[in-house]
């Protein structure tokens, strides 16, 4: 009795800790039901064991927001490009979905919140209702949505903290997904986060002023807000996952205001997705060399590069990075994305196990 007990330990355990084999698939690839009923035949058929469907583009919804439960505000908008406004692609892909070893996993891009082109936006879309909480630069110059990927709402401003949380939760409560996995959950830049809303808020926190207090309390702003999410997600359902796609390097990362190392370590994120996009297999290898010190593996998944300029970038460069990442031990491999993957005509020669 003792030895079966132990053995089913193992299995557990085994089972907790498996490869994670991701895909990240974007918000308009599962515009109709014939878009998501191919994205769910192509991850089967390729042994895909995690879906991360983007669900949120820019402060909208594939999703139906207030689904059943209202307790979380959220007067969100459908995302343009769906046309049947009856058309619930979550939920389609959660009823889809019989394969008991696939995951559904929500993709939630967090702060950002416009694309470049704001002919996209519906009427009421945050940006336009609350254009005070658009992050500033150091000149108090309203955030450009042409630049970088568009324009963020700064996270520094406790509305917009509350705002955003209200979404995140309202899906949670709605919908019986297996995690949840942000996605820009920083600052766009060090030298953006001074509206008036986040300077104020600044000035009450912090007594002692300088411009090392400035960019702890921007992490401080993050890593806070991260925490509050962690706990209120498992607070609904201790069995969602809280995951987030992160810059892999972490000098970079602390430009951003993005302290992953510490979420991971404080136990407030379940696992953290590295952004690791290089076509060069030697400096992905180096660089995973280096986080290895931090003895994190278990709680990192590598998200790696699937797509090609021009077709230089062969799939066999890819399977030799997937091949690298579960020699060295981490938790599994993202690819970005199923639209390269597609457009590249990858999947024929990856080799996904």
């Known amino acids: 009795m003792k030895k079966i007990l132990v053995i089913l330990i193992i299995l557990i355990c085994i089972s907790l800790n498996a490869e994670i084999r991701a895909m990240w698939v974007p918000i308009w690839e599962i515009t109709t039901p014939e878009k998501a009923d191919c994205v769910l ?7 895909v064991n995690q879906l991360l469907v983007q669900i949120r583009y820019r402060g909208d919804a594939a999703y139906t927001p207030n689904k059943v439960s209202n307790f979380y505000a959220n007067h969100e908008k459908q995302y343009y490009a769906i046309k049947d406004s009856l058309f619930d692609p979550l939920e389609y892909i959660l009823e889809r979905n019989t394969n008991k070893d696939l995951e559904i996993h929500v993709w939630f891009p967090t702060f950002i919140i416009t694309g470049h082109n704001l002919d996209n936006l519906p009427i009421g879309h945050i940006y336009f209702a609350h254009p005070e909480w658009v992050t500033c630069d150091f000149s108090h110059e309203k955030m450009n949505p042409e630049s970088y990927m568009g324009a963020y709402l700064d996270p520094g401003i406790p509305q917009v903290q509350k705002y955003t949380k209200n979404v995140i939760l309202d899906i949670i409560s709605n919908y019986n997904v297996d995690g949840i996995h942000f996605d820009y959950i920083r600052y766009p830049d060090s030298h953006y986060g001074f509206p008036e809303l986040a300077l104020e808020a600044y000035k009450r926190d912090v007594k ?32 969602i996952q809280v995951t987030a796609a992160v810059i892999s390097n972490l000098d970079e990362a602390e430009r951003y205001s993005q302290n992953w190392i510490k979420w991971l370590q404080e136990g407030y994120l379940d696992k953290a997705y590295l952004m690791e996009y290089s076509t060069s297999t030697s400096t992905i290898e180096k660089h995973l060399n280096f986080l290895s010190n931090y003895d994190l593996n278990e709680k990192i998944v590598v998200g790696l590069r699937c797509w090609s300029t021009a077709y230089k970038y062969p799939a066999n460069k890819i399977n030799e990075k997937m091949k690298l990442v579960k020699k ?11 639209t390269g993957i597609r457009e590249s005509e990858y999947f024929k020669n990856l080799k996904i196990k």
């Open 41 to 47: 035949d192509d991850l089967n058929k390729n042994n």
């Open 208 to 239: 002692f002023q300088d411009a090392d207090a400035w960019m702890q309390w921007k992490e401080d702003q993050i890593t806070n807000f991260m925490k509050d999410i962690y706990l209120n997600v498992k607070r609904i359902s201790p069995k």
């Open 328 to 338: 060295m031990r981490f938790n599994g491999f993202a690819l970005f994305s199923y």
